[in-house]
Each structure stands twice: as structure tokens, then as C-alpha cells.
């Protein structure tokens, strides 16, 4: 678990990877998905349950962490988060012209 940022990482690949897909002990594979449809102005967030024998689990499952990984991970740091939000408001009010993607 990479502690800077508090999220699990994946067994393989450069360590800086959040793991996309928790591993159940009943062997479902739950996977975080969104949508945005700007033509509607809806955003949507929420979890895909993959079992086996359903299309892309064989590869998510090969990336999955354990559950009791996942909740090892540390919760939200109110003061760290109130730091990064600040950091920003300050390099956005420096930089008015520059956006995001």
C-alpha cells in the first residue's frame, strides 16, 4: 500500500496504480465504474459486480486486491484534503487562464 496516498496498489506494473477491482471471498469481483453525459449534464458513479464467466472478469479478477485489503486502507484525511483544496484554489487564482482537461 502506497501510505502517501492511501490507496492499494496493484501486485504488478510501476506501484503507482490504484487498484481498479476489489476481490470478494464468494469470488465476485467488484469494480468502481462511472458516466458523464455532458449532453444531459449527468454524472454518475457506483460499482460493477463481475462474476465468473461475465465479459472482462477473467482480466479484472487478475488485477483485484483481496477485500481485507481494501479495508485496511486508511480513511480520508480531512486536514491533508483541506491542504491539497487550498493548493489548488491558490495555483488556479495564480494561473486564471489555464484549465483542466
Known amino acids: 500500500m502506497d501510505e502517501r496516498a492511501g490507496y492499494p496498489r496493484q501486485p504488478e506494473g510501476d506501484g503507482t496504480t490504484p487498484a481498479i477491482a476489489v476481490r470478494y471471498p464468494d469470488g465476485s469481483v467488484h469494480v468502481p465504474?462511472?458516466?458523464a453525459d455532458p449532453a444531459t449534464a449527468t454524472i454518475a458513479c457506483g460499482t460493477d459486480i463481475l462474476r465468473p464467466g461475465d465479459e472482462d472478469?477473467?482480466?479484472r479478477a487478475?488485477?483485484?486486491i483481496p477485500v481485507e485489503e481494501a479495508q485496511r486502507r486508511p480513511e480520508r484525511d480531512p486536514e491533508r484534503a483541506a491542504a491539497l483544496k487550498a493548493e489548488f484554489k491558490r495555483?488556479?487564482?495564480?494561473?486564471?487562464?489555464r484549465r483542466s482537461a
Do not use: D, H, K
Not at 495555483?91 to 487562464?97: A, I, K, N, V
Open 91 to 97: 495555483r488556479f487564482q495564480r494561473e486564471p487562464g
Open 62 to 64: 487478475a488485477r483485484a
Open 57 to 59: 472478469y477473467e482480466y
Open 33 to 35: 465504474v462511472g458516466l
